[in-house]
Nanobody, 125 residues
């Protein structure tokens, strides 16, 4: 059974940092793209960041560029999202996702077959 488990969420003040982690089990994704999405209260799930199978190509949503960094460790089958200079509008449940068909970073949910349960990030002003 394939599982993606996120960790690292929490409550932080504006301007602070958090590092999210995602551990995959049940299969390896070292030949597949992975990504982070988020869902804020009352909004649809939206793209945050994605990374190619080898980690050499990344893609970011405009509002997080320069503040967030996505990375992966294929040897450990893990994905990370370093979030700096957090803003109250970053408050959301953050989801890790993995594709079974793509090697390149993808920005739409339809490319992803596996999802984690989500981790809450709350940024206070």
């Amino acid at each position: 059974q394939v599982q993606l488990v996120e960790s690292g969420g929490g409550l932080v003040q504006a301007g602070g940092s958090l590092r999210l982690s995602c551990a995959a089990s049940g299969r390896t994704f070292n030949r597949n793209s992975m990504g982070w999405f988020r869902r804020a209260p009352g909004k649809e799930r939206e793209f945050v960041a994605a990374i190619s199978w080898g980690g050499g190509i990344t893609s970011y949503e405009d509002s997080v560029k320069g503040r967030f960094t996505i990375s992966r460790d294929n040897a450990k089958n893990t994905l990370a999202l370093q979030m700096n200079s957090l803003k109250p509008e970053d408050t959301a449940v953050y989801y890790c996702a993995a594709s079974s068909s793509s090697t390149q970073p993808r920005t739409t949910t339809t490319w992803y077959d596996y999802w984690g349960q989500g981790t809450q990030v709350t940024v206070s002003s």
